[in-house]
């Protein structure tokens, strides 16, 4: 299918400013599905925008939020080197979780709101991505979320004062929802896993889980810990997911 992928969106953020959003959507007439897809540390760099299109290839209108806006002027990509990794997680912890939140809420008002949008929503996120598309699932309006070796959900240290409530607010989960891991990951070590899926357990969430032999940042096609067969396994994993949530409604 072929794609738009030269869209922006400076999405109003209360208290935030302005967000830009980077959107890619089949180029041709209709109402898609949306996905807000969440980056890691490093925002919309390369990597991340082929993932934004090959999940836009099979029929969905993909949001990509530039998550550092309050402090980085838009368009800024982090490099995937020493100085970037620091920049990142410095921000990512002096970010407030509040501001998170508010991005996820502002953000997916204007995916549904976008023309090309049917209403229908989903979220996608890596690494620190992947935490924030857990969170922006709690919102009632989103029907599934891909959470993609998410950081900081089993030490509750996302943000500003390193103090996050993502496993406290789980019980308010109705989307389902998937977690997949990477089990030579050292940012989230087994006994990090388990305290999840313990509380997922705990709650009754509708949840998939898997843990695959692979490293951290295995969906990320630089470097050398990219997986390619785990990436179009986890890509499948992550239509199936949406097909099956989008079909109930």
């Known amino acids: ?34 996905v807000m897809l969440f980056s890691e540390i ?34 800024t990509v982090l490099e995937y080197d020493p100085a970037g990794t620091d ?3 410095e921000l990512k912890y002096l970010k407030p979780l509040a501001g998170y939140d508010a991005d996820a809420k502002a953000g997916l008002s204007a995916l549904i709101d976008h023309p090309a949008c049917d209403g229908r929503v989903a979220t ?29 959900i089993h030490s509750g ?11 406290a607010r789980m019980a308010e989960l109705k989307a389902e929802t998937m977690f997949v891991w ?11 896993r388990m305290a999840i899926r313990d509380r997922l357990e705990a709650v009754g969430a509708t949840y998939e889980w898997h843990e695959v032999n692979a490293q951290h940042a295995f969906l990320r096609d630089e470097g050398p810990r990219y997986d390619p067969a785990l990436f ?15 079909a109930r409604g």
């Open 87 to 89: 920049r990142g997680n």
């Open 232 to 246: 179009f396994q986890g890509i499948a994993w992550t239509l199936a997911l949406y097909h099956r949530a989008f």
């Open 124 to 152: 996608f996120g890596v690494c620190l991505g992947g935490h924030l598309a857990y969170r922006a699932a709690l919102d009632p309006r989103v029907s599934a979320a891909a959470c993609f070796y998410p950081t900081d």
């Open 1 to 34: 299918m072929i794609l738009r992928s030269d869209e922006k969106l400076d999405v109003l953020v209360p208290g935030g400013g302005a967000m830009r959003m980077h959107l890619f959507r089949p180029a041709i007439e209709g109402r898609f599905p949306g």
């Open 182 to 192: 990477g089990r030579q990951d050292p940012h989230v070590p087994y006994a990090g």
């Open 42 to 75: 490093y925002q919309v760099t390369n990597p991340i925008r082929r993932l934004a299109a090959i999940l836009a290839g099979h029929g969905y209108v993909v949001a990509v939020p530039e998550v550092y806006h309050e402090f980085e002027p838009a368009g």
């Open 157 to 167: 240290s996302l943000g500003l004062g390193r103090s996050d409530d993502s496993l």
